[in-house]
């Protein structure tokens, strides 16, 4: 019998439930961004078409193409001008972005920002943001992730949802559709994976354009 005042020792099952609620936790912003600065940024990506090239996924202390993990296109070339601005929007907003999910402020060690383009059939399977083992960089982790998406109107694709898993789960807890001018934003922990893009046409133009965003948080005694 447990004492009155103390609290009953969780099941394992109860502590796997909280986990899985911490890292299923997502915030989702509509017309994040002022309309005309989305419009710039889509067409900063299709002008700039030839500086895309297919994706590479970190793999130790490398990285490679692995298409059968990862399929899509990746903008290599400097952020643009319009990229700069949806950062400086993104870090302007930091605390309330952390504070939406639950994550504990933490000081801003490094920002990363990748453009990347999925057309028909282009996926990323299940995955976290947040490296471990040879993967990891010393002295920074991957705390919190933010997804922009953009793309034509009228849109050009179909599906290229993105499932959150809880930690435990094998069944997504939320599906979240991509929507020109959204923002998502979610623990770097979380399970998450980009289910295959249809597009009919092909064409670059009509692509599911993201800007994922990583906040990094510096390690104590790196």
């Not at 299940?126 to 793309?151: C, K, N, P, Q």
């Amino acid at each position: 019998m447990t004492p009155s005042g103390l609290a009953r020792p969780l099941t394992q099952g109860q502590r796997d439930a909280i986990v899985a609620d911490l890292t299923a936790r997502y915030a989702i912003y509509d017309d994040f961004l002022e309309a005309d600065c989305a419009d710039r940024l889509l067409q900063f990506a299709m002008d700039n078409q030839a500086s895309f090239a297919p994706t590479r996924v970190k793999q130790g202390e490398g990285s490679n193409v692995a298409t059968e993990y990862r399929h899509s296109t990746r903008f290599e070339a400097p952020p643009g001008p319009p990229m700069l601005e949806l950062r400086a929007a993104l870090t302007a907003r930091f605390p309330d972005l952390c504070a939406a999910v639950g994550v504990k402020p933490f000081d801003l060690a490094r920002f990363e920002m990748e453009m990347a383009a999925s057309g028909d059939g282009d996926f990323f399977g299940r995955h976290i943001d947040t490296f471990s083992g040879d993967s990891r960089e010393r002295g920074r982790d991957r705390m919190l992730t933010a997804v922009y998406y953009f793309h034509r109107q009228p849109k050009g694709f179909e599906d290229g949802l993105l499932a959150l898993y809880g930690f435990v789960a094998t069944e997504p807890a939320a599906l979240i559709e991509p929507r020109h001018n959204r923002l998502l934003v979610f623990p770097a922990i979380a399970p998450h994976e980009v289910l295959p893009v249809k597009c009919a046409s092909g064409l670059f133009a009509d692509s599911r354009f993201t800007v994922n965003c990583w906040f990094n948080r510096g390690m104590t005694g790196q």
